[in-house]
């Protein structure tokens, strides 16, 4: 079976300042990731995926994750945060493409920018 | 396209009230979603139909139903509402050639 673990459930940060939110996974197939992001009250939406091919990945927003599958992780980083990043952030899963697999999501980080 | 519409926005109910949730997407995408988001537990699968016709539980369905009622509509029933069930519920939808989920923006409800 598959699951998702975010492994903070709180970061906060400066605003320009880098920050990683972390992602694990476990699978014992191949795997599709993803990064969603939630604003205060509104619903999800994607940032970035990882399909195949290259191991980094880059998002909207100035996002970026890299898988990394001998460490199971997918990790999402940003090189300097804004204001406007205070958002949740969810790591997802799944193993199949077709629209028929389900997908798994982690608990959540909630991102929090000081000014 | 509007993508995913969910109405209401907002509910509340008394408990043993019933209530369907709506929710229909435009991007004739075959796969729809029902889940239910509570403080530090992520979103929770209740219900998921992969192609118009089919429909299964996910990690959470006791206490709701589900109706596909053709490609772009997929509806959620609370027959009996519980307190339990108050929360954040979102539908989602994904196509074949996309592999991500399209979620609609929610609808928040309470049951007292």
């Known amino acids: 079976a598959q699951s998702v673990t975010q492994l903070d459930s709180q970061v906060p940060v400066f605003e320009e300042a880098p920050v990683e939110l972390r992602c694990n996974y476990s699978?014992?197939?191949?795997?599709?990731l993803f990064w969603y992001v939630q604003y205060p009250n509104q619903g999800l939406q994607l940032l970035l995926k990882?399909?195949?091919?290259?191991?980094l990945v880059k998002g909207i927003n100035g996002f970026e994750a890299e898988f990394n599958k001998s460490q199971t992780s997918f990790h999402l980083r940003k090189p300097s945060v804004h204001i406007s990043d205070t958002a949740e952030y969810f790591c997802a899963v799944t193993s199949g493409y077709s629209s028929a697999s389900k997908i798994i999501f982690g608990s959540g980080t909630r991102l929090s920018i000081r000014p | 396209n509007a993508g995913v519409t969910q109405t209401p926005k907002f509910q509340v109910l008394k408990t043993g009230q019933s209530m369907t949730l709506q929710c229909a997407q435009d991007m004739n995408h075959n796969s729809m979603y029902w889940y239910r988001q509570d403080p530090g537990m992520g979103l929770r699968l209740i219900y998921y139909?992969?192609?118009?016709?089919?429909?299964d539980k996910g990690e959470v369905p006791n206490g709701y139903n589900v109706s596909r009622l053709n490609k772009r509509e997929f509806s959620l029933r609370l027959e009996s509402a519980a307190p339990s069930q108050t929360s954040v519920y979102f539908c989602?939808?994904?196509?074949?050639?996309?592999?991500?989920?399209?979620f609609g923006p929610g609808t928040r409800l309470t049951v007292l």
């Open positions: 990882y399909l195949s091919g290259s191991t």
């Open positions: 699978s014992s197939v191949s795997v599709y």
């Open positions: 139909s992969a192609s118009e016709g089919t429909t």
């Open positions: 989602a939808s994904r196509g074949l050639a996309h592999n991500e989920q399209f």
